[in-house]
């Protein structure tokens, strides 16, 4: 199931950030950017916690291998800023790198 997480965690990641570069290069608004990507970010992740809790109740159950292992399932929820706090990097390279390429 670990496999599975660190799946859905990077597809998180991928969508938002691709998402949210969309529209800083399209609205130049680097808020409006951020936004995005934190609530895509909170969607995928609590959409995907709410089908595995469907399918599997028994992930939820604290287990003891590992860090985040012990989290259960709400380790997706808990990437939630983690992968929003990573967007806001990207995002400022993206936009401090387009920025020099048009000086």
Known sequence: MNIVFIIILVFSLLVSTLTSIWILKMKNKKWLA???AF???TLILSIA???FYKLDVQTFHK???GVFSSL???VLV???PIITFINFYILE???NRSMSLSN
Do not use: A, H, S
């Open 34 to 36: 951020r936004l995005v």
């Open 39 to 41: 609530f895509l970010n």
């Open 49 to 51: 916690t709410i089908i």
């Open 63 to 65: 287990q003891t291998e």
């Open 72 to 74: 259960g399932i709400v």
């Open 78 to 80: 808990f990437f939630v």
């Open 93 to 95: 390279f993206v936009r």
